[in-house]
């Protein structure tokens, strides 16, 4: 027997069993079975706008519970607090194995908020959707109109680019962020420098310590309910990476 085929004896099983040349390795493959899966919405928006997401992920296995939340009654501390809080108590009467999170847009900013401050020792992965990871813009250029207050509240004012998501540094946990590039909103657009959502840079969704990175044509207020979105949000709950 040459050299060669000697060689290939032992290549070959490393590529079966997930080694040498079979892919990224490092990135452990997940079952859906005894999971948990905690979904948080947007601003001013209900459990309701995660519905579909919450119908896919329980079809897929998953335990799911679709957070409601008064987004626009208090300031990201303590909504974060109390929320995951609360979330973290319904996952547990499941004893899951990993707990995981789906967020939309601020619901992103309750999760690096409560884990800078809290540990979750069973934490899985994490999957943001248009998150303002470094504020927003908008926030910056009508922040301080009459009615923002109103329509957003304490959470919406501390959403800037120099407000609570900017000053919360690097994520240490496995996470995924999808954001759009289609504004349904022009107006707010113009105020966003470069590609957006109608809400959120393409640049202002990464942050410093994040797994994977995905643009998709959506808008902010519709991601979540896509059907690729949801597609590669189950995927990279499952593998730690989108699917390119």
Known sequence: MG???ILLLFLIPLVFCGYGFAGPSENKITSPENECVILLHGLARTRNSMGAMEKALSREGYRVVNMEY?????GIEKLANDTISKALIQCQAFFPKRIHFVTHSLGGILVRQYLSINQIENLGRVVMLSPPN??????DKIGQLPGFYWLNGPAGLQLGTDGIPSKLGAVHFELGVITGNKSINFILSLLIPGEDDGKVSIDNAKVDGMSDFLVLPHSHPFIMKSEDVIHQTKYFLQHGYFEK
């Open 70 to 74: 008064p987004s626009r009654k208090f």
């Open 3 to 5: 050299t060669f085929q």
């Open 134 to 139: 470094k504020g927003s813009q908008v926030v």
